[in-house]
């Protein structure tokens, strides 16, 4: 099992590291938002919720799941609409994928282009969080599946510090701010 440490909450690290999905709804909630706060969102719906299982979470009514995600601490700063995308992500891999996440990595044994492919076919995964969470899965989470660092990207470089695929700990996350924040920087003056 990996042994995450993205939240600096040992039972959200926890959570992410063994469960899927849980991995998959932070990155989907990690936007506007602190990182650290997108991934610990997942243990924060598994306690109101009872657990964290992909059919329950799609077939919850939506104001029943907002109101979960408004309940302070709110699990994000737009709750209606992350509450949404999150519902049509777990209704995906329901679906799609027996409600097994980790199948988007793992059946039928795909190479990483397809692995991105089938990221980018997710609600709410565009082709960059596509490619930072197949870095993550790369470079964290034990996945390996041929080509994934060429298909991930800038993101899959090993020794860079461009996302949440790249902290280990409370010094990597700095490192990850400070790339951001230079590369915003570089944005504004073009």
């Not at 990155?27 to 657990?51: V, W």
């Not at 059919?55 to 209606?80: M, W, Y």
Request: hydrophobic letters at 45%; one cysteine or more; a negative charge.
């Amino acid at each position: 099992m990996p042994d995450l440490h993205i939240t600096a909450n040992p039972d959200a690290d926890a959570l992410l590291s063994s469960d899927p999905l849980a991995l998959l709804i932070g990155m989907l909630l990690d936007q506007q938002i602190p990182m650290e706060t997108a991934f610990a969102g997942p243990l924060k719906l598994r306690d109101r919720l009872g657990s964290l299982d992909a059919a329950a979470i799609a077939g919850e009514s939506e104001e029943r799941l907002t109101e979960v995600f408004r309940t302070p601490p709110a699990v994000h700063r737009f709750p209606g609409s992350m509450a949404s995308r999150t519902q049509a992500l777990c209704a995906a891999i329901a679906e799609e994928w027996g409600g097994d996440a980790s199948a988007i990595w793992t059946r039928d044994a795909p190479d990483g282009p397809e692995v991105l492919r089938r990221l980018k076919a997710l609600p709410g995964f565009g082709e960059q969080k596509a490619k930072i969470f197949l870095a993550l899965l790369g470079k964290q989470y034990g996945v390996d599946p041929a080509g994934w660092r060429d298909a991930a990207g800038a993101y899959g470089e090993e020794g860079s510090y461009r996302s949440v695929a790249d902290i280990v700990d409370p010094d990597s996350l700095t490192k990850v701010r400070e790339t951001k924040r230079a590369a915003k920087a570089a944005a504004k003056k073009a």
